[in-house]
């Protein structure tokens, strides 16, 4: 907003030069984002609080410890966060380019979803929350949208291209199979995102980390100069993307304050099925979908846990992991959760790093 308000006046004003710099704005909505969480957290918490009265149903099934040390503790943290990323967002990102639009639609449609998951669990006091198979049908509908809009502004080849990791000039042609296979990329980022939801600060760091990430993948990808130094797609318009990373970065920022162990409010659904389809989204933009399996790795990692556990109880009748995700199985061998939290935190930030080797070693 203040990008199309303001910069058409730099004529007149060279201060408002500023505003066409992506830097700037990406900080100004990182700012703007923890700022928004500073000043709404004690007042959402306490909201939920009075609302939700035992606040999120806690698994019988789950680690003891968490009867105990959890119960009482509002969900729907997520709220939050989307007024946070919206604020910054809608602040200081350029409202002409339709990528924007796109990745709000995403955010809001999987939050949404995740809100009626986590209302209906509160207001139950149960676990479940919307039937998963309606709950994957309407997260793939949202993401079908976002995979056909994101076509039908993509130059060819790119709208239906995949890009390689550490291979630079190749683009292979999916066809019409792009379209379930961006699909699944956003569905599945979400649901994995969710699946690492366990623990107190445990996947909003990751998300953070995998935001500042994708950030730098959108400054580059979108800016022709840098695409080309670095050897990759030159994707025109996703460097407004940055914008929205900063934004997730500083929403994220100002929800850990309130969620770090021991937390005062969970995530729930509504964040993180809105962060990972977001994530997912932005990979999809900026042809680096790969590139997301290993900057998220630890979230790839939480959801094989289950994928295995499941498929060998099935199969064998034994389990591999003592609890899945990956995280509980921890709980159970003894470690305190904060020693598992900062360690998963570490694991992320080493693939991240990897993740962004790509852009150079090709």
Known sequence: MLYNLLFPLADGAGFFNLFQYLTFRTGGAVLTGLLVSFLCGPALIRALKIRQGKGQPIRADGPEGHLLTKQGTPTMGGVLILLALLAGTLLWADLTNA??????????????????????????????????RIKLVLEIAIALGATFWIV??????????????????????????????ATLVMVGASNAVNLTDGLDGLAIVPIMIAAACFGAISYFVGNSVFSDYLQLQYVPGTGE???????????????????????????????????????????????????????????????????????????????????????????????????????FWIVSVILALIGLATLKLR
Not at 123 to 130: A, I, K, L
Request: charge should be positive; hydrophobic fraction near 55%.
């Open 152 to 181: 039908s502004i993509s130059a060819p080849p790119l709208e239906n291209g995949l890009t390689l990791p550490f291979v630079k000039s190749i683009i292979i042609d999916l066809g019409w199979f792009f379209i379930p296979f």
């Open 241 to 343: 993307l940055t914008v929205f990373c900063g934004a997730l970065v500083g929403a994220g920022l100002g929800f850990l304050w309130f969620n770090a162990p021991p937390a005062m409010v969970f995530m729930g659904d509504t964040g993180s099925l809105a962060a990972g389809g977001a994530l997912g989204a932005i990979a999809v933009m900026t042809k680096h979908e790969l590139v997301l399996a290993i900057v998220g790795g630890l979230f790839v990692l939480e959801t094989v846990s289950v994928i295995v556990q499941v498929a060998s109880f099935k199969m064998f009748g034994r389990r591999v992991f003592r609890m899945a995700p990956l995280h509980h199985h921890f709980e159970r061998k003894g470690l305190a959760e904060p020693t598992i939290v900062i360690r």
């Open 99 to 132: 990528y924007v639009w796109i990745l709000l639609f995403v955010t809001l449609g999987f939050g949404a979803i995740g809100f009626m998951d986590d209302y209906l669990k509160v207001r139950r006091q149960h676990s479940d929350g919307v039937p998963g």
